[in-house]
Nanobody, 115 residues
Framework: QVQFVESGGGLVQAGGSLRLSCVAS????????MGWYRQAPGKQRELVAG???????NYGDSVKGRFTISRDNAKNTVYLQMNSLTAEDTAVYYC?????????WGQGTQVTVSS
């Protein structure tokens, strides 16, 4: 059964850091490109960072230089290290494959950055 379970969110002051984790219950995880997405109130869900099966990474312009995506194939887990957080990073963060399977979004993890 496909499942994405995100964790690690919370309330943090501007300039702070958080590390998000996502355990993905998907077959052939090591072969699948994965992504972290976020949805802020009143906005569409957007791709924040992606990582390919070979480890190639890419980032949205707004998070370049601040966020780092990584994966541990032995644990079926994807991470998102977020540094220098700003109020604009406040959102619910989700992980999914790339492109995303629309019927299988997890509950997400809330990140709130206070300014």
């Amino acid at each position: 059964q496909v499942q994405f379970v995100e964790s690690g969110g919370g309330l943090v002051q501007a300039g702070g850091s958080l590390r998000l984790s996502c355990v993905a219950s998907v077959s052939m995880f090591n072969l699948r490109p994965m992504g972290w997405y976020r949805q802020a109130p009143g906005k569409q869900r957007e791709l924040v960072a992606g990582i390919g099966s070979s480890g190639t990474v890419n980032y949205g312009d707004s998070v370049k230089g601040r966020f780092t995506i990584s994966r541990d194939n032995a644990k079926n887990t994807v991470y998102l290290q977020m540094n220098s957080l700003t109020a604009e990073d406040t959102a619910v963060y989700y992980c999914n494959v790339r492109p995303p399977w629309q019927d299988y979004w997890g509950q997400g993890t809330q990140v709130t950055v206070s300014s």
